[in-house]
């Protein structure tokens, strides 16, 4: 079966101090990986997108996630949150040969002043 | 950022009342999608289209319709709204980027919130 599992709903961390986001997923094919984040009362925004290129995935607003094969995994980190960066994230994958879309449940992210 | 457009952003109507949700896109893209996420759950897809005249049912069954007739505009209608269709419903669309469609990039609308009285 094809899946995506975010494994926390919830993640709080404080201002200036590294996000982690994780993502899980399991195929028997070629994924193609996608994080989006969503405001509050907004659509969903594409942060970055792992298409087999390079591993390691630079996105907007100082976003990055590194897709690990031997773990099937896409983790989304920034270095040092900010204040704005809380929202909504959703892991979203896409199969070879299934083009639409599969989402995580989401991940809120909250940021302590 | 795509620019991709719907409206209304928000709207509170009647049971029984007939509703159409509008979504454009100017990008020229094939492919649309309409989503529909529950306030703190996951999007589900209600309705996708190849193209002009193509529109198929997505993996939630939905008593919405959707119709195709430019390639720029997705529509999608509620006949007979009721509490039940409450709810956000994102409008999306594919780009065709390079590589194999699996690896397309989705964009999504600002999505419009409807509530059912």
């Known amino acids: 079966a094809q899946s995506v599992t975010q494994l926390d709903s919830h993640v709080s961390v404080s201002e200036g101090t590294p996000v982690l986001l994780r993502c899980n997923y399991s195929?028997?094919?070629?994924?193609?990986l996608f994080w989006y984040v969503q405001h509050p009362n907004k659509g969903l925004q594409l942060l970055l997108k792992?298409?087999?290129?390079?591993?390691l995935v630079k996105g907007i607003n100082g976003f990055e996630a590194e897709f690990k094969k031997s773990e099937t995994s896409f983790h989304l980190t920034k270095p040092s949150a900010h204040m704005s960066d809380a929202a909504e994230y959703f892991c979203v994958v896409r199969f070879f040969g299934n083009e639409k879309l599969t989402f995580g449940t989401g991940t809120r992210l909250t940021i302590i002043p | 950022e795509a620019d991709i457009y719907q409206t209304p952003r928000y709207l509170v109507i009647g049971t029984g009342k007939k509703i159409t949700l509008e979504c454009s896109q100017t990008m020229g893209h094939d492919k649309m999608y309409w989503y529909q996420q529950d306030p703190g759950m996951e999007l589900h897809l209600i309705h996708y289209?190849?193209?002009?005249?193509?529109?198929e049912k997505g993996d939630l069954s939905s008593e919405s319709t959707v119709s195709r007739i430019r390639t720029e505009h997705f529509p999608l209608t509620l006949e007979s709204a009721r509490p039940s269709h409450t709810s956000q419903y994102l409008c999306?669309?594919?780009?065709?980027?390079?590589?194999?469609?699996?690896?397309?990039?989705?964009?999504f609308g600002e999505g419009s919130w409807l509530t059912v009285v």
């Open positions: 792992y298409t087999s290129a390079a591993t």
């Open positions: 195929s028997s094919y070629s994924p193609s």
């Open positions: 999306a669309s594919s780009a065709r980027d390079r590589g194999p469609r699996y690896q397309d990039t989705i964009y």
């Open positions: 289209s190849y193209g002009v005249n193509s529109t």
